[in-house]
Structures are given as structure tokens and as C-alpha cells.
């Protein structure tokens, strides 16, 4: 499985983007996907994830209410709406998928990364 996260950029407090994660190699429609970030200095720290349907998420208490992440298994595709950013919302953005459960929030539990897109938010 490969994934390549993409949407990233620079924008201001309040702003909205959607980051959007591909998986090609095969389907990745039974895995549980996650988003994960990390910010310079720091460790990569869970996000968002969604069960393989897409009738079940999890959030980051400090994304809650308002990232959004959602699955469209015909495409392949794992998505994340971002909207009111923030200034600590800035950090590289990793799409993840975990063919054993979901929702899990340590980076172990994920076999297949992508490669990171940068999100900046100024304030």
C-alpha cells in the first residue's frame, strides 16, 4: 500500500483547507485510517481517524468540532477538512492506515505511512 497525503499550504487563523490522502497499490477499504501530525520538536501525535465505513471517528480533543475526517472507499481516498485553524494547528500531516483495527491513537499500531504534507497557519 502507498499513500500520498496532499491539500497542504500556508493560510491564516480561521482559514479552512482539505487534506486529502490516495492509496494506490491496493484497496485500502477494510483498513482503519488514521491522520496523524507532528510539529518541529515534537512527537507525532494522532489526529483524526475512521473505522473502514466510515460510520465511525475519533477525534484529538483540540480538533474536535472542527476537522472533519471522512472516507470515500470508491476512490481509494481518506480525506481531512480543517476548518478554523489555528497557529498550533501547523505541522506536517501524515495519513495512515492500519489493517487490524482503527482509531488507534500510537503510531505502532499503523503499518503504511505517507510521505506528510506541510500546513501552516499564520496568525
Known amino acids: 500500500v502507498q499513500l500520498q497525503a496532499s491539500g497542504g499550504g500556508l493560510v491564516q487563523t480561521g482559514d479552512s483547507l482539505r487534506l486529502s490522502c490516495a492509496a494506490s497499490?491496493?484497496?485500502?477499504?477494510?483498513?482503519?485510517m488514521g491522520w496523524f501530525r507532528q510539529a518541529p520538536g515534537k512527537e507525532r501525535e494522532f489526529v483524526a481517524g475512521?473505522?473502514?465505513?466510515?460510520?465511525?471517528?475519533v477525534y484529538l480533543d483540540s480538533v474536535r468540532g472542527r476537522f472533519i475526517i471522512s472516507r470515500d472507499n470508491a476512490k481509494n481516498t481518506v480525506y481531512l477538512q480543517m476548518n478554523s485553524l489555528k497557529p498550533e494547528d501547523t505541522a506536517v500531516y501524515y495519513c495512515a492506515a492500519d489493517a487490524q483495527d482503527w482509531g488507534q491513537r500510537s503510531v505502532y499500531a499503523y503499518e503504511y505511512w505517507g510521505q506528510g504534507t506541510q500546513v501552516t497557519v499564520s496568525s
Open positions: 475512521i473505522n473502514w465505513n466510515g460510520g465511525m471517528t
Open positions: 497499490g491496493r484497496t485500502v477499504s477494510s483498513y482503519g
